[in-house]
């Protein structure tokens, strides 16, 4: 069975300061992880995907197989970035999972 | 459509009573998943349909939910008897099979309330 554990369900920081939004995973395969966000008033959609190894609006995530961690890292936050953002692992069988979310507000 | 539908948006009812949300995906996703949102518990999953194999129904909380998918595009998810623990936005989402990026394409949700 796969699992997404994300700790923190609130995290609030100043403008420019950096962010890290924590996941961590378990999971007996080869694991597939994402990130997705939820704007207020919109719908949820995703932010970005490990293989890919790219920089969505500044936001990067590495995943780190000997700590089954997935992290989403920013190093200048903005009041944009308030919303809410999930962790998801995707298995062998295409099936998605994610984790509780974590609502990141930005503060002037 | 362009994008994922759901209805009804918002939904009232009593506490007993049966409802049914709607999920209209995109048009040529054989992948199909019911999640539901609430307060503290964040994105829950409750079913998904995948083709024509066996639904992964092991995310339903109790034998008063079901789901089905006809002709492998609209799929209804029923409550019945409900409580108001089941109240919460309930997220349909769907995706492509052949060359899947992994990203699910989700709607506005159903928003339920039990009185």
């Known amino acids: 069975a796969q699992r997404v554990t994300q700790p923190e369900k609130l995290l609030s920081v100043f403008k420019g300061a950096p962010v890290e939004l924590k996941c961590n995973y378990s999971?007996?395969?080869?694991?597939?992880l994402f990130w997705y966000v939820q704007y207020s008033r919109q719908r949820l959609q995703l932010l970005l995907r490990?293989?890919s190894r790219e920089s969505i609006k500044g936001f990067t995530a590495d995943l780190n197989k000997g700590e089954t961690s997935f992290h989403l890292k920013k190093p200048f936050a903005q009041e944009e970035d308030s919303a809410m953002y999930y962790c998801?692992?995707?298995?062998?069988?295409?099936?998605?999972?994610f984790g509780a979310g974590t609502r990141l507000t930005v503060k002037p | 459509g362009a994008g994922v539908s759901q209805s009804p948006s918002n939904k009232v009812t009593e506490k007993g009573k049966d409802v049914e949300l709607r999920c209209d995906p995109i048009?040529?996703?054989?992948?199909l998943y019911w999640y539901r949102q609430s307060l503290g518990q964040g994105l829950e999953f409750l079913i998904y349909?995948?083709?024509?194999?066996?639904?992964?129904k092991s995310g339903l909380p109790s034998d008063r939910f079901s789901a089905e998918r006809t002709g492998g595009s609209v799929s209804t998810l029923t409550i019945q008897r409900t409580q108001q623990e089941d109240s919460a936005v309930y997220l349909c989402?769907?995706?492509?099979?052949?060359?899947?990026?992994?990203?699910?394409?989700f709607g506005e949700g159903s928003r339920l309330t039990v009185l």
């Open positions: 989402a769907s995706s492509r099979q052949i060359r899947n990026t992994g990203e699910l394409f």
């Open positions: 999971y007996s395969g080869s694991p597939e």
């Open positions: 490990h293989i």
């Open positions: 998801a692992l995707r298995n062998n069988n295409n099936d998605m999972r």
């Open positions: 048009s040529g996703h054989t992948a």
């Open positions: 349909f995948q083709g024509n194999s066996a639904p992964d």
